[in-house]
């Protein structure tokens, strides 16, 4: 019998924690992005205190990259587990490909310099979507087999 698991709907405890802890990230991540907006079109800090204040909306980044890290070594169902390190993989194989595309074409003055907003974390979190995706195409696909 083949184990048919939706990822969507598979809320082991491990899965329950992981959720909780993004949606506190991602609730600290939306404040900051604002405060630290507000921040910098009202009175733009200056100096070391720039830098600080900058740097704060990436925090909860990094604290989502935790979270995912912790859910991968918490899952305890093994092929719960196989997913999400192959949609983790997907995501970094598509950052690095984009990214590494992106930069060449900036070395050869193809593209201006910069990334218009949209750098490495974005890319990798559009992959990590699009991976959970193809899990879910290859799951039904195996499921009607």
Same mark, same amino acid.
């Given at each position: 019998m083949?184990k ?8 082991s405890?491990?899965m ?8 506190? $990230?991602? @609730?600290?991540?939306? /404040? &900051?992005? $604002?405060? !630290?907006g507000?921040?910098?079109?009202i009175a ?7 830098? @600080?204040v900058? @740097?704060?909306?990436?925090?909860p980044? &990094?604290? !989502?990259f935790?979270?995912?890290?912790r859910l991968?070594a918490?899952?305890t169902?093994e092929?719960?587990?196989q997913?999400? @390190?192959r949609?983790? &993989?997907f995501?970094?194989?598509?950052c ?17 310099? /910069?990334?218009g907003? $949209? /750098? ?5 979190? !559009?992959?990590?979507?699009? /991976?959970?995706a193809?899990?879910a195409l290859?799951n039904?696909?195996e499921?009607?087999?």
């Open positions: 083949q048919e698991l939706s990822m969507s709907r598979y809320r405890p491990a329950q924690r992981y959720l909780r802890r993004l949606a506190g $990230f991602m @609730v600290v991540y939306v /404040g &900051l992005i $604002f405060a !630290v507000y921040i910098f079109r733009p800090p200056t100096g070391v205190l720039a830098w @600080v900058a @740097v704060l909306p990436a925090l980044i &990094l604290g !989502v935790w979270t995912i890290a991968l918490e899952e169902d092929y719960m587990r997913l999400l @390190v949609q983790s &993989l995501a970094t194989a598509f690095l490909s984009i990214m590494t595309v992106w930069e060449f074409l900036q070395n050869y003055e193809v593209v201006p310099a /910069g990334n907003g $949209f /750098g490495a974390a974005f890319f990798w979190f !559009v992959g990590l979507g699009l /991976g959970g193809w899990n290859t039904r696909a499921a009607e087999e």
